[in-house]
Structures are given as structure tokens and as C-alpha cells.
């Protein structure tokens, strides 16, 4: 258990991790995904993220320490984090390294935190070449917005098909994620 000023706050709610009424983080501490909103979008992406395991793509996630503002209640939050995604696939002998930040927003409810709602914003993405130089269709990869263009034509390279676009820094999408995000914790603080 690690306590939650060490770590500012918990992160890995799409896991399932949370944080008890002690105040510390605890892996064993799960959220009931039959019960809790999203559940079929978290299933989906722990049954694709077991599939990427068993795949030639590899992926870290660096992720840092959120900027949290919180209603005036305290049982509402919207967080921003920053994460580096640094992506491999062996066969294809081709990475990448991407930034981008999660826009979530939280709730406190029965005494422990809650994602509800997580959006990612692409900052930049850039390929890595582990062994050495390797073409690259400059087509295939211009089929996605550049913030992420390398992550999106790795992961298609690796049979994990990328079917929707995702905001991008200063892009329209991003302003209305952070829009509506902030409408809806002035909602909360209303309460």
C-alpha cells in the first residue's frame, strides 16, 4: 500500500485499483465493474490489452502526477495527467514514443474514488527504430492527425485497428472535452 500523498493520487482506476477509506492505495481494492458505469468499455479493455500481451507489440506507460481541482464538495474532481506511451514491436523492429494527457473525470462515492469518464488528448508521437533504420508507408501513416500518427500505424501494424479519431492538442475536441468536464464539476459544486 502506498499512501496517497507519495502518489499525489490514484491513477490506474481503468484497473480497477482504488482508494479505501484509509487512504491508501491498495491493488486489492477493486471496483465492482458489473455495478460501476463503463463496465463494458472496461471489460473491452482489459480482454484488448490481454490480447496486446500475447502480441508482438509492447507498450510502457510512464505516467506522472495529476493536476486535480475538485468541487467545492469534495466529492467530484477532474484531473489531467500527463503519460508517455513508449510502444515496440519486435517482429516489425519499429517503436514509437508518444505524450499525451488523460482528462478524467472522478467521483467519491462510499468513501472511495471513481473514474467515470476518461478522455486522452495527443500531444505528439514519434517512431523509434530499436534495430536500426526501417521503411515506413508515409501514406498508411498520414491516415491518422500527426499528434499520434506513429502510435496509431503502429498498433495497426500490430492487427489492433485504430477506428476513431482522438483529440489532439489545441484541437476542437480537446476544448469541448475540457469543456464539458469543467461544466460538469460546476455541476457538483452546486450540489
Known amino acids: 500500500m502506498l499512501p496517497i500523498d507519495s502518489i499525489a493520487f490514484i491513477r490506474a482506476g481503468s484497473t480497477g485499483t ?8 491498495t491493488s486489492s481494492t477493486r471496483t465492482d465493474a458489473s455495478r460501476s458505469p463503463g463496465s463494458r468499455a472496461r471489460h473491452e479493455f482489459v480482454d484488448a490489452s490481454a490480447r496486446m500481451g500475447a502480441s508482438d507489440f509492447r ?4 505516467i506522472t502526477a495529476p493536476v486535480v481541482t475538485f468541487s467545492d464538495d469534495g466529492a467530484r474532481a477532474v484531473s489531467e495527467t500527463s503519460a508517455v506511451v513508449i ?3 519486435i517482429r516489425l523492429q519499429l517503436g514509437c514514443n508518444g505524450h499525451n494527457r488523460f482528462v478524467d473525470r472522478l467521483e467519491k462515492r462510499d468513501g472511495a474514488w471513481r473514474i467515470l469518464d476518461r478522455k486522452s488528448v495527443y500531444d505528439f508521437a514519434t517512431f523509434t527504430f530499436p534495430a536500426g533504420i526501417v521503411d515506413i508507408d508515409a501514406t498508411a501513416v498520414s491516415r491518422f492527425p500527426r499528434a499520434y500518427a506513429a502510435l496509431a500505424h503502429l498498433l495497426e501494424k500490430s492487427g489492433f485497428p485504430v477506428r476513431r479519431i482522438f483529440a489532439t492538442k489545441g484541437s476542437d475536441l480537446e ?11 460546476r455541476e457538483g459544486k452546486q450540489a
Open 175 to 185: 476544448r469541448d472535452i475540457k469543456q464539458t468536464a469543467f461544466a460538469w464539476l
Open 59 to 62: 507498450t510502457k506507460h510512464l
Open 18 to 25: 482504488s482508494v479505501n477509506g484509509t487512504g491508501y492505495a
Open 87 to 89: 510502444g515496440e514491436n
